[in-house]
């Protein structure tokens, strides 16, 4: 079992709908939680962190965590084409032997059409 | 505010040869991490850097090598590169590298060797 599972894409959604991206993750020890988006032959840029149980919200984007379920999402309303890119989730542990290192999912492909 | 400053942003390097690439982190943040991202791998750790001492270190050749200088500006180095060490090398700085602190990438190296 890969430590961070994203739901495998591509995820193709019109214009204005929501987007939810998936993440799960098997160390029940995972702390923080990250959303990045890659677009192609970028670097990863944070868009969403979140570390406590619950909603959180920032502007068009809602990140969900559920530590009980090892469970988080993200949610983007409005989609817009420019949202197209990979969203990659990521989760960080903690313990000494966690200090900076961030375990990724292997992405999703997110698609907005006209 | 400045972000995270990678150099150089390309590099071409033969089989056998040593490379090094460099990271300045956001000003303020004492924690800089290093991730291979390739294609089939997807984003890997390589190892983390706070206060000119390695905390952690993923599972990687005795190759790739690091250190941090007092102003927290890191260096990866890659000795006897190999064929398989084409990738995009990223950087995430962060204020303490501890799980409840965001992690901000740079803009990555894009290292061929042929």
């Known amino acids: 079992q890969k430590e961070v599972e994203q739901n495998s894409g591509p995820l193709s959604v019109p214009e204005g709908a929501i987007a939810s991206l998936n993440c799960t993750y098997s160390?029940?020890?995972?702390?923080?939680f990250f959303w990045y988006r890659q677009y192609s032959g970028k670097s990863p840029e944070l868009i969403m962190f979140?570390?406590?149980?619950g909603d959180k919200e920032d502007g068009r984007f809602t990140a969900q965590l559920n530590k009980a379920s090892q469970y988080v999402s993200l949610l983007i309303r409005d989609s817009q084409p420019s949202d197209s890119a990979t969203y990659l989730c990521?989760?960080?542990?903690?313990?000494?032997?966690?200090?900076?290192?961030?375990?990724f999912g292997q992405g999703t492909i997110l698609t907005v059409h006209p | 505010k400045a972000g995270v400053t990678q150099t150089p942003r390309y590099l071409i390097k033969t089989r056998g040869q040593q490379v090094t690439l460099s990271c300045s982190p956001i000003?303020?943040?004492?924690?800089v991490s290093w991730y291979q991202q390739t294609p089939g791998q997807g984003l890997q750790f390589l190892f983390e850097?706070?206060?000119?001492?390695?905390?952690n270190k993923g599972n990687f050749p005795g190759r790739f090598s690091g250190r941090q200088f007092s102003n927290s500006r890191s260096e990866m180095n890659v000795s006897t590169l190999e064929l398989g060490d084409s990738a995009l090398y990223l950087c995430?700085?962060?204020?303490?590298?501890?799980?409840?602190?965001?992690?901000?990438f740079g803009q990555g190296t894009r290292l061929t060797v042929v």
């Open positions: 990521a989760v960080i542990n903690a313990g000494g032997t966690s200090y900076g290192k961030l375990t």
């Open positions: 160390d029940r020890g995972s702390q923080s």
């Open positions: 995430a700085s962060s204020r303490t590298g501890t799980p409840r602190t965001e992690a901000f």
């Open positions: 000003s303020g943040h004492r924690s």
């Open positions: 850097y706070f206060s000119e001492t390695q905390r």
């Open positions: 979140i570390y406590s149980n």
